[in-house]
């Protein structure tokens, strides 16, 4: 007999008696024999087992907290490290005017990264570098002036870690809905 169509059976009882909590421990164990069947695929079960390692199948909401409170740690660190430029934009323009003509010139600095490490790792840009991670939680660009380098870590913090505070909006709905 199938364990997890079991587990799943008994959870739809549950389910259906208004019973909760009760669902959702029927609903782990649900998933749990998914991710240990070998009849499963090995695709759906590296998918169960990191939706396990992340959440706890959607239910453990400090689990998926912590990921994301260690993803945006790291996103910082290495925005910090190789992310933002050295110096940031010259904010005036300079210009001549001529008869009817203007010209004007911004100066931008190379966006790669000079100097030592511990210009890099200073409280200005720990700031700068945590604005990035929190907008990119919500799925905003920060707006700030990156490296290349620092495009695609915000790209990708901007892909991973809404995910993981969606996973913690989830288990805190199914513990509220209990």
Known sequence: MDVAALYRQLRKAFEDG??????????YGECE????????????????????????YGLRASRAVAWLLAAMSLTILLLMSCGLPTHDPDPTTTGTLRGS???????TPDPALHGPWAQHMTWARAEKATRVAVN???????GQNLT????Y???AS???????LALAALAVRGRIKR
């Open 18 to 27: 208004k019973n909760e909590p009760g669902a959702a421990d029927f609903y």
């Open 33 to 56: 024999m998914r991710r240990h069947d070998p009849i499963t695929s090995q695709g759906e079960r590296r998918l169960l087992w990191a939706y396990w390692l992340l959440s706890g």
């Open 101 to 107: 003509k203007i010209s004007l010139h911004t100066s």
């Open 136 to 142: 990119s939680v919500v799925f905003r660009s920060s």
């Open 148 to 151: 290349t380098a620092g495009t």
């Open 153 to 155: 870590i915000e790209m």
């Open 158 to 164: 901007r892909l991973f870690e809404p995910t993981l």
